[in-house]
């Protein structure tokens, strides 16, 4: 049973930084791609980031250069570093996982998801 329980949203002022965390059990493959995704009230999901397991990343223009996605592999950890937050920003937040390398940051390519983190950027 695959769960991903993610923490590290809150509510800061734009220009602040926050550091989201995922933390995956039950997970098994050796090929994957695991991303954060998010969902503005009144819009579209929308990928943010995704890191594959040889380490590929990719980012949405939006966020290129703010934030940064990585992984800690011993600890089945998926973090997001945001920084130079801007109101635009603000949404609820999840992490998933993709069976096998994904080259596409749609979401409909991804197999478990959390429960999301809400970030308000004000």
């Known amino acids: 049973h695959v769960q991903l329980v993610e923490s590290g949203g809150g509510s800061v002022q734009a220009g602040g930084s926050l550091r989201l965390s995922c933390v995956v059990s039950?997970?098994?493959?050796?090929?994957?791609?695991m991303g954060w995704f998010r969902q503005a009230p009144g819009k579209e999901h929308e990928g943010v980031a995704t890191?594959?397991?040889?380490?590929?990343?990719r980012y949405a223009d939006s966020v290129k250069g703010r934030f940064t996605i990585s992984q800690d592999a011993a600890k089945n950890t998926l973090y997001l570093q945001m920084n130079s937050l801007k109101p635009e920003d603000t949404g609820v937040y999840y992490c998933?996982?993709?069976?096998?390398?994904?080259?596409?940051?749609?979401?409909?390519?991804?197999?478990?998801w959390g429960q999301g983190t809400q970030v308000t950027v004000s």
């Open positions: 998933a996982v993709a069976d096998g390398a994904v080259a596409s940051m749609r979401s409909i390519w991804y197999n478990y």
């Open positions: 039950g997970y098994s493959y050796s090929r994957y791609s």
């Open positions: 890191i594959d397991s040889a380490g590929t990343t």
